[in-house]
């Protein structure tokens, strides 16, 4: 087995050489630059899993305050003023969960 220097084997995120290297970047700089980093502060709940500290009722456990950093194209932010499509993005993302009570604390470019 060849040692990567990455965690699991995944190699180290950078390419072989200068050349291949500045080239990732500027495929990574393209794809992010009409995006907008969006902070969502939501609750969720999980169903009949135990976590510590969390309030259990009938079955489900209920998460309050969870903070995610969601990178989204520029055209579509406006979806993620409507508190339906803003759930069904979060669910999308975490499908374990059962998101509710979202709201968007955060908007800008980074």
Do not use: C, F
């Amino acid at each position: 087995m060849v040692r990567t220097g990455g965690p699991r084997g995944h190699g180290s995120g950078r390419a072989a050489t200068p050349e291949a290297e500045a080239a990732r970047r500027a495929k990574i700089s393209e794809a992010q630059r009409d995006t907008v980093v969006v902070t969502i502060v939501s609750d969720y709940r999980l169903r009949s899993r135990y976590v510590r500290g969390g309030k259990q009722y009938a079955g489900w456990n209920y998460i309050q305050g969870r903070r995610y950093r969601i990178r989204v194209k520029t055209d579509e932010a406006n979806a993620l003023y409507d508190r339906e499509s803003r759930e069904a993005i979060l669910d999308e993302r975490a499908p374990h969960r059962a998101h509710y009570r979202s709201y968007i604390v955060a908007e800008g470019r980074e």
